[in-house]
């Protein structure tokens, strides 16, 4: 079964208060989250993958080349299979000087002492309009390569597109993983402050009682602008990466969105790999090149016939209408070892599209064993985190116990705070990464 890895915000309270307290926080960090960040649309990753698809255009124009491909095997069949049908027309005019007394004459008979072009030659003139009709025969082994040759540069052109479709399915989900991983911090951070917030209240009435000193509430208050700070860094920070995002995808939009949390699916690799399509097909033009080649060698017969007027006088013009029909044969037999040296010439190409192919599978093998491992490294990884995550937790109840009491000075408080989040945003990061990982391997699985 495929396994699936889902990535949700698993911010534990930073400290357990009476249910007034909890009510008071939760609706404080739900304005601030709506606040902060204008949301026009909830949006998830099969969005922008679906629109990055859709509006590529290196995608489209690979579409428009398969159909104009398949337009040109229309036009090669339609060459070697139907008649080809002409009309011609000819007027030649050879006139004689100086013949029987006259300057110029149009004549096919000339006396010897006129001037013109000799007779045997021109006729005296040509007048001739015809219908042709020209028809290939055992034509199938002469389209054959062509037709092949347009196949495969469909076949090419697919290849092309699912390696873009592979690649931006890549950068998009990259682009928004990185996009979530802002998005997160700004919700902790947000939390973070909400907290903290509440709290000063808490630490304003312990000042006022003498059980802390003005100095706690102080360093209490420039850790609030602190994450302010923090905050307006990761909103410029997470307009970049959305504007990063709409960009890659196509997207003509300014504002920012809210994204939904990703889930990613390790998919089975596939034992054709794409990568190596290009090569195969590298070997299959170069046979079907020579397939193309030896296709000169073939005997090529045509039948023809012609109807119309054909007359080399003007004199009863109306009797020279006439029909004529033949046939053509030409056939090439020797041509000083063209071929031999053109099967040679593609022999090495074949030997070079599959010495690449071999290269390039020991990349993809490489890759997918060296994911493997990160993979189940930064499982570990997470696992290490949640457990110190337990332990801080348990340590941060503790620790607001004591301040509640007096016993703990605002400094130790944000000390354990700061460890505490700072150990979060790593969880989050690995969470991350590891998605990240998982796209890796889907991107080599094809």
Known sequence: MPEKYFFENNLLPLFLGTMNNITCIFCSILFLCFASVPISAQTNIDYYLEQAITRNASLQEYNYQQKISGLEIQKIKTQFQK????????????PYFFNNGQVLAVTAAPEAKAFGYDAG??????????????????????SRPLVSEQELIQKGVKQQYQMLEIDLKRKITEDYLNAYLLQHQMDYVLQVKGLLDNQKEFVRKLTDRGLLRVTDLELLTLEIKNQDYLMNMLKIQYRQAIQLLNTDAGIVDTSLVRLDSAALTITDSDQNSLFLGQYHLDSLAAENDQALFES???????????GGINAIDLNHVYRKVGVSAGIHASWLFRDGGQRTINAQQNEIRQFNAKNQAQFIYQQIQNNRQNYALLLEETRKNINLINQQLEVYQKLFTTYRQEMALGQLSVMDYLNILRTYSDLQQQKAQVDIQLLLIINEINYWNN
Request: charge should be positive.
């Open 83 to 94: 008649p080809q049908w002409s009309v011609t027309g000819d007027l030649l005019l050879a």
């Open 121 to 142: 030659v021109t006729n005296g003139g040509l007048y001739s309009g015809m219908v042709n009709v020209t028809y290939p025969l055992a034509t199938k082994k002469l």
């Open 296 to 306: 000169r060698y073939l005997p090529q017969v045509n039948i023809f016939a012609n």
